[in-house]
């Protein structure tokens, strides 16, 4: 069972540009969540997904920020028109079941490293 | 609103030492919490899980412990090795979120 897989593992953008990130969630899991890692900071929760649903978008900053799940394929985080602020790690993870069982767990996937010029 | 704290920033040992690491949290309903590991420019490779009704878990040399009502968790590691030169993440899970500590920053000198 392949764990959680994310695409690219590094990607480059000039300010103005669009970056989408990709995330293949673990098979057979349902529900997706995005975290942010700024440079010499810590992780920030942005947004929980499953199929075709945003069930929390809260820490998603408001503006240029987008992310779905579709019912095919993998979830995508879009940042439209990036700055040079938006650089960061980006991590992606799955679960299998409903969020808040005591026994779920999150399973992370690599990380993308966007850095924009 | 969940915080979690994580003292010490930095730790440098030489190898050999036990050593502990700190988190704490402001809210006890937490489902679990977990500990994590980072190295430099890399992603997040899971230490050890503690769901809300355990108070420890043990792989290997790691063994973290967990104190709802106090807030508090500890992550022991024994007979430390450079190999385990690392950042240290904990992260409470209150509602399907990660709250996440700023980390420890783990240097183990040969």
């Known amino acids: 069972n392949a764990g959680v897989m994310q695409n690219p593992r590094h990607l480059v953008r000039r300010r103005g540009q669009e970056a989408r990130l990709r995330c293949s969630p673990m098979k057979g899991h349902s529900h997706v969540y995005w975290y942010r890692q700024l440079p010499e900071e810590g992780l920030k929760f942005m947004v929980y997904?499953?199929?075709?649903?945003?069930?929390?978008e809260s820490g998603m900053p408001k503006e240029r920020f987008s992310a779905e799940f579709p019912k095919e394929g993998p979830s995508i985080l879009r940042i439209q028109q990036v700055v040079r602020g938006d650089s960061a790690a980006y991590f992606c993870?799955?679960?299998?079941?409903?969020?808040?069982?005591?026994?779920?767990?999150?399973?992370f996937g690599p990380g993308t490293r966007l850095t924009v010029l | 609103k969940q915080e979690v704290t994580q003292i010490p920033a930095a730790l440098s040992v030489p190898e050999g030492e036990n050593l502990v690491l700190n988190c704490s949290f402001t809210?006890?309903?937490?489902?679990?919490l977990q500990w994590f590991r980072q190295d430099p420019g890399k992603g997040l490779t899971s230490l050890l899980l503690?769901?809300?009704s355990q108070r420890e878990q043990t792989s290997g040399r790691l063994n973290a412990s967990l104190d709802k009502s106090s807030g508090r968790s500890t992550l022991y590691i024994a007979a430390s090795q450079p190999g385990d030169s690392a950042t240290y993440l904990c992260a409470v899970n209150s509602n399907y979120q990660l709250i996440w500590g700023a980390g420890t920053k783990l240097i183990i000198k040969p």
């Open positions: 993870a799955s679960s299998p079941l409903r969020a808040g069982a005591s026994t779920d767990t999150q399973y």
């Open positions: 503690i769901q809300s």
């Open positions: 809210d006890s309903a937490i489902y679990n």
């Open positions: 997904l499953q199929k075709e649903n945003i069930i929390d």
